[in-house]
């Protein structure tokens, strides 16, 4: 499994960015897709969920009517539309998904693309 995140970037306060993640190694379209963020050493945040099909999506209350998630099924990627950027959307961002396994659900992460929100 491989998740490559892309489209970070330093953006100023209102603005908007497109982040990407590309996913390999698994049937992509079985599974919900997930993006995190986390700032510092703090324990990860989690951002917005998009179901596998149906395009079923979930936001935290902190990005609500600001990030919008979608997926392309065929290409095997997910973004996350950002728009209306705060300085306190400056993180790393993560793109996620779990996956089953005989010893319950295995949690795969890619490694991260840095959005900072500065002006």
């Known amino acids: 499994v491989q998740l490559v995140e892309s489209g970070g970037g330093l953006v100023q306060p209102g603005g908007s960015l497109r982040l990407s993640c590309a996913a390999s190694?698994?049937?992509?379209?079985?599974?919900?897709m997930m993006w995190y963020r986390q700032v510092s050493e703090n324990e990860p945040e989690w951002v917005a969920t998009?179901?596998?099909?149906?395009?079923?999506?979930n936001y935290a209350d902190s990005v609500k009517g600001r990030f919008i998630i979608s997926r392309d099924n065929v290409q095997s990627t997910v973004d996350l539309q950002m728009n209306s950027l705060k300085f306190e959307d400056t993180a790393v961002y993560y793109c996620?998904?779990?996956?089953?396994?005989?010893?319950?659900?295995?949690?795969?992460w890619g490694q991260g693309t840095h959005v900072t929100v500065s002006s």
């Open positions: 190694g698994f049937t992509f379209r079985n599974y919900p």
């Open positions: 998009i179901a596998s099909v149906g395009g079923y999506t």
């Open positions: 996620k998904t779990h996956l089953p396994s005989a010893d319950g659900p295995k949690h795969y």
